[in-house]
């Protein structure tokens, strides 16, 4: 897997900003935190991963498919 690191060049002083982190800002994150990713400080950008599963992906896919098509 390429990184955003890897990609571009930022600083040693940036890269040591970056970090993954397990989110529990709220308490239904208490049980399943969100998995952050800082890929960038200003501007902020930010990957959360395993927000939804496989199969909430393809409902989303499949209830979308009409509205998108006609």
Do not use: W
Not at 7 to 20: F, G, H, K, N, P
Not at 53 to 69: C, D, H, N, R, Y
């Amino acid at each position: 897997m390429l990184l955003v690191v890897d990609v571009y060049q930022i600083s040693d002083a940036e890269r040591t900003q970056l970090v993954c982190r397990y989110r529990r800002h709220i308490p239904i994150f208490y049980i399943r935190p969100l998995k952050e990713e800082l890929l960038n400080v200003d501007p902020k950008v930010v990957i959360y991963h395993d927000v939804i599963t496989e199969s909430e992906i393809a409902m989303i896919k499949q209830l979308a498919t009409p509205v998108v098509s006609g």
